[in-house]
């Protein structure tokens, strides 16, 4: 709806021009994926990973310490779904995106958008495997997943995912840390309202709440890191129970 709007803007920096081009390409990947006849099982498979997620990382979930944060890190980053209008209205203000935000904003941003572009160009290549293999995604057991993964051409981009989330976890975490940030949402959000943008207010807000009452949010990043990692490697070397880890883990 907007690409013209990104294709037109002038950028002036380095940032600002990787930020406009992940933005085009997520933003061609959105509408690919929207007319793909496997919309339905890239969704499927999106669920079925966030589900995962959360068992496997379930006693971080329990901490009440982290809960918040995780929940944002892993489900509207990791695996986002429903965000058609955040991610439209995205593409609407990156002209003054670039002209009032600091490089190092634009570099975060940045890697929330490479982050998402690249979570579900990997879910919509599960589900084109299972489909190939004649596997439904509705009834998709972990052999069958681990079968897939296995065959993935992408598995460099599934290393680089793993690391995106901990550069963007540790950049949010930066971020928030400053008081003024939370000061301008809680001002900006009735001009947000006016402008018919609070679907992406409040996916900012909701960050920066939830980030904002972690602590050692290093230590939460790090366990991920390892964790996922080890889960990586467990799936490509053929273990029977890849996602079942080792306590001190």
Known sequence: MYRERLVGTEVRSESARRLQQLLLDYHDFRHYKADHRLLDSALTVADWQARRLKQTHRDLYQHSGYQGGLEFLLTDLYAPANMTRRDDNIDRVFPKMVKWLPDHLLDTLSGLVELNLITQQLDLELAELLDERDMHARTVTVEHYCEVYRASQKLEQRKHQVMLVADVGQQLDRYVRNR??????????????????????????????????????????????????????????????????????
């Open 180 to 249: 003024t940030l939370g000061w301008l949402l809680s001002m900006s959000r009735t001009p947000a309202e006016m402008a018919d943008l609070s679907d992406l207010h409040d996916f900012l807000h909701r960050g920066y709440s939830a980030f904002r009452k972690m602590d050692k949010v290093n230590v939460l990043i790090d366990r991920l890191v390892t964790r996922e990692q080890q889960v990586m490697d467990n799936i490509l070397s053929g273990h029977p129970e890849p996602f079942v880890l080792p306590d001190d883990l």
